[in-house]
């Protein structure tokens, strides 16, 4: 691995040149701008790589600390990516905003930075360097406020601690000191790895059709509850004569079965 990180480190010189340091700020927008996984973590390992050349190539630093911070940059990709191919259907879903959000906050980036004259005087850096790691800066922070999301806040914390680390190592060269904070890099990439996988989406639960067979296997709708009726008064009771006692009554016959009485014939005169 070491071998393989020093070939890289003295093949890859076109990133010391000034349109190397253009390449590099080219791809920190293009992050911003087109925010995918795959392509998010390989340009994040680009640009560990650039910043890298670029600080042995200018400064004097030691190789050893640009293998550390591109190994470290390494894993904490790889976590990052083992992680989000678990939750890859839910990751279009956490996108730190629209196409069109990205792009404006993009304009709004270069036309403040063509206009402003943003000019950053870091001691002992050269200007060029300087620029470099507040433009890296700048995209780190639109990054973060762009989206909250575990993986976006993982990339955006990643590239901000890259001109750090670099600034810290050309004021203060000691092996310590960057250990130490590439032990604080992955120690965030892990706990963004576990929010990925703690924040996932919930499962849809999908409503069945209402059909013949979803009503005859549902339950029996509950009927509403009416409420009572109003008791009637009741009568009072009434009073029979003959202290209470009712007379018999007779019984009435129908007109057919009256008897008529006897018709005597008349005598002849």
């Known amino acids: 691995m070491e071998a393989l990180i020093t070939w890289l480190l003295t093949n890859f010189t076109f990133f010391a040149s ?11 927008v293009l992050m911003i701008f087109l925010w995918e996984w795959r392509s998010s973590l390989v ?14 190539q200018v400064h004097p630093v030691e190789v050893k600390w640009a293998q550390v911070q591109i190994l470290v940059t390494t894993l904490s990709a790889a976590m990052l990516m083992l992680s989000a191919r678990q939750i890859r259907f839910a990751l279009p879903y956490q996108r730190p905003g629209s196409w069109f ?8 980036l270069i036309i403040c930075w063509r206009f402003f004259d943003l000019d950053l005087a870091l001691p002992a850096v050269a200007p060029p360097l300087a620029q470099l790691f507040l433009w890296l800066a700048v995209c780190a922070l639109i990054m973060l406020g762009l ?3 575990p993986f976006s806040t993982a990339i955006a914390l990643l590239l901000w601690f890259m001109p ?34 703690a924040a996932r989406l919930p499962e849809t639960v999908t409503v069945a059709r209402p059909t013949d ?11 509403p509850a009416f409420p009572p009726l109003p008791e009637l008064p009741k009568a009072p009771p009434r009073l029979l004569p003959a202290g209470g ?21 008349r005598e002849a005169s």
Do not use: H, K, N, W
């Open 245 to 265: 006692r009712q007379q018999p009554v007779a019984a009435v016959r129908p007109e057919s079965s009256r008897r008529e009485p006897p018709v005597t014939p």
């Open 213 to 223: 067979m979803t009503f005859s296997r549902a339950a029996p709708a509950p009927r």
């Open 147 to 149: 989206s909250d999301a």
């Open 164 to 197: 750090v680390q670099a600034f810290i190592q050309i004021l203060l060269p000691e092996f310590r000191l960057f250990v130490l904070i590439g032990i604080v890099q992955l120690v965030s990439a892990l706990a963004c790895s576990y929010l990925m996988l």
């Open 18 to 28: 000034g349109l190397g340091i253009l390449t590099i700020g080219a791809i920190a």
């Open 101 to 108: 959000m990205r792009l404006v906050a993009v304009m709004l």
């Open 43 to 56: 340009a994040l390992c680009v640009i560990q790589l650039g910043v890298a050349v670029l600080v042995t």
